[in-house]
């Protein structure tokens, strides 16, 4: 079993819905929780990152944490076609340099 | 300002022979990552350099591979003897040091897409 569980999709919605992304993860040392955004043919780039538990909101992306549950959320609001993306998220024990990513899911906006 | 960049884009080799896959970070950034990317598998950590020295190497696959960093900037990832399970895209990422929340921000460059034929 894989340490860290992301539902691949792939995942279509119409424009402006409400678009819910997630993760579980059986290593309960983890405790930086970072979600990337990869468009095609292109190096993943950060969206946010949550330390421990809770929540954290940037513009129309808000991130959640449950470590009770082992479960990680990104939530973007008003989703937009340039949304369009393949959504990774990734998690790290404090204090170290190694990132254990889930696979991805793929999204899509439609217009 | 530049980003991470790699080179080459694509490379096609054939089954056996070595390839080095070339990674400049951003300026300044003293933390440097491989991290491999095959399909239905997300991110794999390959390896981690701290200037030129490699704390975690835990992540090679193989003693197939090699990576090395001089001056603390330009790295290199080399595999040796390639098979076809080596398909797959190669991603390196840079950072600065420890950030206020105790994490580092990778930034990613776009990645080698290898193919061994």
């Known amino acids: 079993q894989k340490e860290v569980e992301q539902d691949p999709g792939p995942l279509s919605v119409p424009e402006g819905a409400i678009v819910s992304l997630n993760c579980t993860y059986s290593?309960?040392?983890?405790?930086?929780f970072m979600w990337y955004r990869q468009y095609s043919r292109k190096g993943p780039e950060l969206l946010m990152y949550?330390?421990?538990?809770g929540n954290k909101e940037d513009g129309r992306f808000t991130a959640q944490v449950d470590k009770s549950s082992k479960y990680i959320s990104l939530f973007i609001r008003d989703s937009q076609p340039s949304d369009s993306a393949t959504y990774l998220c990734?998690?790290?024990?404090?204090?170290?340099?190694?990132?254990?990513f889930g696979t991805g899911t793929r999204l899509t906006i439609i217009p | 300002g530049a980003g991470v960049s790699q080179s080459p884009s694509n490379k096609v080799t054939e089954k056996g022979k070595d390839v080095e896959l070339r990674c400049d970070p951003i300026?300044?950034?003293?933390?440097l990552y491989w991290y491999r990317q095959s399909l239905g598998q997300g991110l794999e950590f390959l390896i981690y350099?701290?200037?030129?020295?490699?704390?975690?190497k835990s992540g090679l696959p193989s003693d197939r591979f090699s990576a090395e960093r001089t001056g603390g900037s330009v790295s290199t990832l080399t595999i040796q003897r390639t098979q076809q399970e080596d398909s797959a895209v190669y991603l390196c990422?840079?950072?600065?040091?420890?950030?206020?929340?105790?994490?580092?921000?990778?930034?990613f460059g776009p990645g080698t897409r290898l193919t061994v034929l």
């Open positions: 990422a840079s950072s600065l040091e420890v950030g206020l929340a105790g994490v580092r921000t990778q930034y």
């Open positions: 290593n309960s040392a983890f405790q930086y």
């Open positions: 949550t330390y421990s538990s």
């Open positions: 990734a998690m790290t024990p404090f204090g170290n340099e190694k990132l254990t």
């Open positions: 300026s300044g950034h003293t933390a």
């Open positions: 350099f701290q200037g030129n020295s490699a704390p975690d």
